[in-house]
C-alpha cells in the first residue's frame, strides 16, 4: 500500500509499481490518491504498473506544520487503518521506496499480536529509538482509526517537523515491533554508516531514498544507482508491454 499526494510523485509509483511486478509481490496494491490529485488519466497509469487506485481524502497535520512541506500531507498515511475493507493486513512504503526483492513474509511471520511494526530511523547516521515511517506494518482498523485521528491532535507529544513519523513513533512506542534495517534500507545508512550499509546491501528487500530523492534529477550514484536501474528497465518493460502478467 502507498499513498500518492501530488501528480508530481507520479514517476515513483510507476517504478515502485513495477519493482513490485518484478519481484512477483503478490498482494493486492494498492495506492491512495488523494482527491484533489486524481484524474482518469492518472487513475491508468497507475493501473497499468498493478496499482488499484483508492481515492482517499486529506487528513491535514493538526497544530504547527512541518517546516518540510511534503510532509504536512503525511498524516493521510494513517487512512490505511480505515480499509479494512480490502485486507486485514497492510505493509504501507512511501512512494520513495522500491522493492529489491520479495517482502511478502511481512504478512505472516509477524506474531498475530503486532499492530505496528518498522524499521528504527536513522538521523544523519544516528541510529534513533524512534522509527522510519516509510515503511511499516499495520491492522487495519476502524476503532484504531479513530483513536489514531484522535491521538494525533495531541501535538505536544511529538515533534511536528517529523509529522506522521513523530506521532506513530510516539503512539505505539515501545508496542512497535523493530524490523531489520532491509526492510527500510534508509539511504541514509549509505551516506553516513557505510560499513553498515555494505554489509547488509545484498540482502535489502525494501529500499529507501531518504536523502537524494532520485527524480526528477536522477543522481546515478550510490543507492539511486538501484533507481535509476529500475526505472530505465521499466522504460523497457512498458514499451512493450500493454497488460500486466501476473
Ligand atoms: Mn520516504
Not at 93 to 102: C, G, H, Q, S, V
Not at 137 to 161: G, W
Request: charged share 25%; net charge neutral; aromatic share 14%.
Amino acid at each position: 500500500m502507498t499513498l500518492l499526494t501530488d501528480p508530481v510523485f507520479t514517476r515513483f509509483a510507476e517504478v515502485l509499481g513495477y519493482s513490485m511486478i518484478k519481484q512477483n509481490i503478490r498482494a493486492k496494491k494498492i495506492i491512495m490518491v488523494l482527491r484533489t490529485s486524481y484524474n482518469e488519466q492518472l487513475q491508468r497509469t497507475l493501473e497499468k504498473v498493478g496499482w488499484q487506485v483508492k481515492v482517499v481524502d486529506l487528513i491535514p497535520q493538526p497544530g504547527k506544520q512541518a517546516s518540510t512541506a511534503r510532509f504536512r500531507t503525511m498524516f493521510t498515511k494513517l487512512r490505511v487503518w480505515s480499509l479494512t475493507d480490502e485486507c486485514d493486513r497492510a505493509i504501507m512504503m512511501d512512494l520513495d521506496t522500491i522493492t529489491l526483492k520479495n517482502f511478502e513474509e511481512l504478512f505472516y511471520i509477524l506474531p498475530e499480536s503486532t499492530r505496528f511494526a518498522a524499521a528504527p530511523d536513522n538521523f544523519f547516521g544516528k541510529y534513533k529509538f524512534e522509527i522510519n515511517a516509510g515503511v511499516f506494518v499495520c491492522k487495519p482498523d476502524q476503532e484504531e482509526f479513530q483513536r489514531l485521528t484522535i491521538a494525533m491532535n495531541d501535538t505536544s507529544k511529538y515533534d511536528h517537523n517529523l509529522a506522521e513519523q513523530a506521532f506513530l513513533s510516539n503512539y505505539y512506542g515501545l508496542n512497535i515491533l523493530r524490523l531489520p534495517f532491509i526492510y527500510n534500507a534508509n539511504a541514509a545508512i549509505e551516506k553516513f554508516n557505510k560499513a553498515d550499509w555494505v554489509q547488509m546491501e545484498s540482502q535489502i528487500k525494501i529500499m529507501h531514498f531518504t536523502v537524494d530523492k532520485p527524480y526528477p534529477t536522477v543522481t546515478k550514484t550510490g543507492p539511486n544507482t538501484y533507481w535509476y536501474n529500475a526505472a530505465s528497465e521499466y522504460d523497457e518493460w512498458s514499451k512493450n508491454s500493454t497488460q500486466i502478467k501476473l
